[in-house]
């Protein structure tokens, strides 16, 4: 074999180990209380959503063992609906977290890439183990957030930390308050000026909107979505527009 075909190889062999899905995982876990998370989030999370990483760092061994909670407990069919999609929300918020912390300081969550071959973005790095199975952040937001819960509101409750996401709730999404916590998250978003300017016949909005757009058109128009969170009451022939999106830190 010569020294081009062996690169070739080697190079089809590690695209086909980041390509492949993650192992099932045979969990008998059962919902757990949030509680830890949520006196984190209250500790080093501003009402505005600004993050406290170095408070996270400081709080190190509570925040490891909340980190361990989820690590331990794989959702499996047993659980609720809300119980699972709860479950995946505050991971995805608390491993983004525990992403930033690891590398902190960093000006944007997207320098982080750790130098591994083939990966292009901080998103498809695999640095999330639960109960065996491996996940980056891209795989639990579409794979799963986005593919088995068909629950829009979604984009509104996790959080990229960057100044441009919603912002991050400062307590633990639960089963008891999910359905207002994600309207909440999302009238919220929707009113926040430097993330959404929204008049009745011009709209200039994040571009999550963009991004995701398939998401909040599946029973209508984009503006049909936004309607119902917003009292601007938006015409159907609303100019649209996105704004620029900021990948600073959002601290």
């Known amino acids: ?27 008998d876990s059962r919902p ?13 999370v501003s009402p505005e959503g600004k993050v406290n990483y170095q408070g996270f760092i ?22 609720s609906e809300k ?15 525990q992403l ?3 590398h902190y300081p960093v000006e944007s969550i997207k320098d982080i890439k750790r130098g591994i071959p083939f990966v292009n973005s901080v998103w498809e790095v695999k640095f ?4 065996g199975a491996k996940y980056s952040l891209g795989y639990i937001e579409h794979k799963i957030l986005r593919k088995e819960f068909d629950e829009p509101r979604i984009h509104f409750a996790i959080n990229c930390a960057s100044v441009s ?3 991050l709730l400062d307590e633990a999404f639960v089963v008891e308050k999910l359905d207002s916590q994600l309207d909440s998250q999302t009238k919220e978003f929707l009113a926040d000026k430097t993330k959404n300017k929204i008049q009745r016949s011009k709209v200039e909005l994040s571009k999550i909107f963009s991004w995701f757009g398939k998401d909040f058109k599946k029973e209508g128009t984009l503006v049909d979505y ?3 969170y917003t009292e601007k009451n938006i015409m159907q022939d609303a100019k649209i527009e996105f704004l620029p999106y900021d990948w600073n830190l959002n601290e």
């Open 1 to 27: 074999m010569n020294t081009r075909t062996f690169f070739l190889l080697l190079g089809l062999s590690i695209l086909t180990l980041h390509s492949c899905g993650v192992k099932e995982v045979v969990s």
């Open 32 to 44: 757990f209380s949030h509680e830890k998370w949520t006196q984190l989030l209250q500790k080093h």
């Open 58 to 79: 400081d709080d190190k061994k509570d925040f490891e063992e909340y980190l361990n909670l989820l690590r331990n407990n794989h959702p499996n069919k047993g659980w």
């Open 83 to 97: 119980a699972r999609l709860a479950y995946w929300i505050n991971a995805y918020n608390a491993f983004t977290v």
């Open 100 to 102: 930033v912390a690891d």
């Open 128 to 131: 999330i183990e639960i109960e």
């Open 165 to 167: 996401c919603p912002r």
């Open 226 to 228: 936004i309607n119902p």
